[in-house]
Each structure stands twice: as C-alpha cells, then as structure tokens.
Nanobody, 126 residues
C-alpha cells in the first residue's frame, strides 16, 4: 500500500512562492505516474501538474504553466511542486496522487489516480 504525505503549504502574499513536498512510502514511485491536484472551496478537484516519469516531461494545467514546476528526488522518494508568482485564485487544498500502473500519457483526471495524500492548504492573500 502506498502512502503519500504532503507538506509545505501555508499562507503567502500574492506574488510569493511556496514549495510543496510529497513523500511516498510503501512503494517507490520512480516508474509510475504521479500528479498534483488542487481543490478550492465549492469547486471540484482539478489537475495541476503530472509526470509519467518515463517520458521525462511534465504536463501542466494552463493555470500552472510558467509559474509552477514539478520535480522529484528519487533518492528521497519525494516529489515537489515549486509555485511562484502565486495568485489569490491559487488558494486551495493541494493533493499529490499516484497511479498504480505505468502509462504513456500523463493522466489528468482524478479518477485515473489510485493513491492520494491528505492534502496541504495553500492560502494566497491579496
């Protein structure tokens, strides 16, 4: 069973930066796709960024392009989401997620992911 634990959320002013971390235990994730999602109050959970790791390229939602960067440290079994130039509309609970199989295309639907972390709150003040 894979366990994912996010950290790094907090309160930041607009224009600021945060780096979220997601540490996996129970299984190394170096081969399986992983992603970041977020859910704002009253809204559905939405895809932010994801990577199959096999292709080496990260797929970003339009809202994240140019501002967010997804990376990983395989030795630490940890994935990161560096968020720069944050906006109030980025306020949400951020989740990391993992797929339990290899895929050639980065999954972007919540239903494609098998494991989820508990989430970490990001609040951006104006």
């Amino acid at each position: 069973q894979v366990q994912l634990v996010e950290s790094g959320g907090g309160l930041v002013q607009a224009g600021g930066s945060l780096r979220l971390s997601c540490t996996a235990s129970g299984q190394t994730f170096t081969s399986f796709p992983m992603g970041w999602f977020r859910q704002a109050p009253g809204k559905e959970r939405e895809f932010v960024a994801g990577n199959t790791w096999s292709s080496g390229s990260t797929h970003y939602a339009d809202s994240a392009k140019g501002r967010f960067t997804m990376s990983r440290d395989s030795a630490k079994n940890t994935m990161y989401l560096q968020m720069n130039s944050l906006k109030p509309e980025d306020t949400a609970v951020y989740y990391c997620a993992a797929v339990n199989r290899m895929t050639s295309v980065t999954p972007t639907n919540v239903y494609d992911y098998d494991f989820w972390g508990q989430g970490t709150q990001v609040t951006v003040s104006s």
